[in-house]
């Protein structure tokens, strides 16, 4: 990696005192490279480190550490300095940083801002946690109808540099009814005289504060926007929220499918970020239901205990192949209910699909089991001392095993999605218990018919 | 959904047959949604829409249907009406179309287009693919060193109509190097007669046209980036890539990542437009190679079968633990593989922190031992009529089990990762099939030796 090169030269500049050259060297960097080198030092360097940036960019650098650094900064830093930086920060990345902080160190810090942005700040906190009024900024340009192209060209060359983004600007009423978004191409483009509204677009996608930033995520995903306006509950226009901070809502709406998918509770820190006891606590619940469900599937064995008893080695011959029929049932149900899930997740599948889907699985079930019985079968057959008939009962349990994999497996998460629960808990742990309960009842039924064992 | 009134109001007016109305209709619409609403209708009338959308906008709709629908709209419309609307098409938008067409169709397409975008997507078709330069568009705007704010100005304002973005300029030497960009904000703050590159950000950060596309999402992700350049190996700047394509891009190895982690191939396609047979075909080899593993799992039970046939029960008692201590410790290796597996997708974690993240597992993995295996312990010993020795074993077996899994778990994605292999394989099914012949062999291990069975 280049950033270990860079972090020597950086390193070599700092322990040799050479401060001036230190700076010039970090005015090379992006603000992003910046914040990781920032994260290889200690507390005191850092502080060190973070008073030699230039006034423009320490901000930016700061909203790029991570939580645990930036309190700690925070700390070590005077209240000026602290308040300096919140003031330069856009609002969204300021109340993404004070709503990790204890209750207290937010109103000292709010207790030495200017009014204005106190009461922005405050205004943002009270929104819901992942909703878009969390994760929106106000850094835009709007204009009120009326306005000419002239007035607006004058106005964007006057308070550009505090925006995110230009791209899209923003009309509306007396009222701040959003009424329509322009393009700075069109501007741009439009004589001095006309008036903004007659070029604005009126058919805008937008979201309310209170929607989940998920929602805002598939939105903007759908159809690919680079910034999204956000209304209150009377339409009126009060922020946006751009792509870039769409990409990390999805990550994270990404990486807790994934922690609930393997039966986590999720979480919203980092992996190494996260205290051992928190870790066990997040995977405890799960565990602890699937364990106790898994007891009740052991009671299907100890229910057919004379299979294990009966003659000529069958009870071995039956039981040691419990793990492949619960493994491959669990993989079978789990293929199946991650790509419903899946589908789920991006809008491509709903559950009035049901039909269809079950359908196409039972299909695939088929395909499937008629070829892994048939090498089962063969296995047993050629390569084990069992007969054909121990064969014949492992093989014809395999088969029905996937069958009701691929059927629970693709349904289970539509039917959770039909109830309003998230699909993602009906995934592969889930399944695969439910599965092995139906693998072994079929297995062990089988066998005692076929052996005549037992009532 | 409002779609579905969406959907019925125009219904009604394509049946009664009132073209202009519905012409007038879908141009309040979202080319989004008005490519979703040509997905609910059959090939006639996809034609017959089509046709009435204002030139205007039916590139921007096409571009947003299904393969399948397009490569049929395509073979319906006559040679000039197809190339019209590849030529409105962006070249991104073209290239992710064209590249899905059987060659001969291609062929025949670019035969009818004008020369110079038939060289230009010939060349971006060979680019690699899932490469920077297929998903990379050239409506970028670039100045040569030496223009001067003025004539920027009057260029932009001639091209801006035709370009994705124009948030970010970019600033080429003669040789077409990339030297850095500027932001459409220092242009309009300027004077004049400026000259371009005294505005200039050197240090840009852009990827290469062969790097593979989940390189240039990482990038882009990383540095919260609005769109990222596209050089050549002799960094001559040949496109930009947008964060809204880095959208589909994130998404698309998300789904992958999905897949992998439920033991399939990836696949491209959305579930339900993949057939039966390439459904199977993806689930296929990892069933087959984990019921063959698994299989060896159950070579563990036959070669204690002494335990099972031990006196008093004892066998039915340790082999009804078998789906409670090989879904736990499933269950246990998932949980730790999966959030290594995603820490390591993000770079929040990499092959170097294995002993850091070893340690935590280790940790939580004996928290989570000694309370499971207490509940479990309890369980047996008052709620069945097994010996407390029968209960210690099923306990010890399960606490080292969890240890094991979580060991397990948490360092094959690092090895893989390691040896430059996709961790995402190293994911629950693997993990389970491995753990699981761990446990057995424990449980079966300290039932014999405790209960002095067999050798």
């Known amino acids: 990696m280049d950033f270990e090169r860079i972090k020597n030269k950086l390193d070599a500049l700092l322990e040799a005192g050479k401060k001036a050259e230190l700076r010039g060297a970090l005015t090379m960097l992006n603000e ?14 850092v502080l060190m480190v973070f008073r030699l940036l230039p006034k423009d960019i320490s901000a930016e650098v700061f909203a790029y550490m991570d939580n645990d650094q930036r309190t700690r900064l925070m700390e070590a830093l005077d209240d000026n300095e602290a308040m300096r930086i919140i003031d330069e920060m856009f609002i969204d990345d300021a109340v993404d940083f004070l709503e990790e902080l204890p209750a207290g160190v937010v109103k000292r810090m709010l207790a030495n801002a200017d009014p204005s942005k106190r009461d922005l700040i405050n205004q943002f906190l009270r929104y819901p946690e992942n909703s878009a009024g969390r994760i929106m900024t106000i850094e835009y340009i709007e204009f009120h109808v009326g306005t000419t192209v002239g007035q607006a060209m004058a106005e964007i060359r006057r308070t550009a540099p505090d925006k995110e983004t230009i791209n899209t600007l923003y009309v509306l009423d007396d009222r701040r009814v ?26 805008v996608i937008s979201v309310r504060t209170t929607d989940d930033q998920e929602l805002v995520a598939d939105t903007v995903r759908k159809y690919d926007l680079l910034s999204i306006p956000v209304v209150d509950h009377e339409d009126r226009l009060v922020g946006i929220v751009t792509v870039d901070d769409i990409v990390d809502v999805i990550e994270e709406e990404n990486t807790e499918d994934f922690e609930k998918m393997a039966a986590m509770l999720p979480s919203e820190d980092t992996y190494l970020k996260t205290s051992v006891l928190r870790l066990a606590w997040h995977r405890f619940p799960w565990l602890l239901i699937l364990m106790i469900s898994a007891m009740f599937t052991g009671g299907i064995i100890t229910h057919f205990e004379d299979v294990l008893a009966s003659a000529q080695g069958i009870g071995v011959a039956i039981v040691s192949c419990i793990p492949m029929l619960m493994d491959t049932g669990g993989n079978c149900g789990a293929q199946a209910s991650t790509l419903v899930i899946r589908g789920l997740a991006l809008g491509e599948v709903s559950p009035r699909d049901v039909g269809r889907i079950l359908w196409k699985e039972l299909r695939v079930a088929v395909l499937l089991g008629v070829v892994l019985s048939i090498v089962n079968f063969l296995r047993i057959w050629w390569f084990t001392a069992y007969s054909r008939d121990v064969a014949f009962v492992v093989s014809l349990a395999m088969f029905c ?3 009701i994999a691929k059927a629970i497996g693709s349904t289970l998460p539509l039917a959770a999605k039909a109830v309003h629960l998230d699909p993602a808990l009906m995934a592969s742990p889930i399944i695969t218990t439910i599965v092995d309960a139906a693998s072994l009842l079929i297995l062990f039924t089988i066998a005692t018919s076929m052996f005549h064992i037992g009532a």
């Open 32 to 45: 992003v490279d910046i914040a990781e080198y920032l994260q290889t030092l200690d507390n005191e360097k």
């Open 178 to 203: 959003l009424l329509g978004t322009v393009g700075l191409r069109q501007v741009l483009l439009a004589d001095d005289g006309r008036r903004i509204e007659e070029l604005m677009n009126q058919q």
């Open 401 to 403: 095993t996937i069958v």
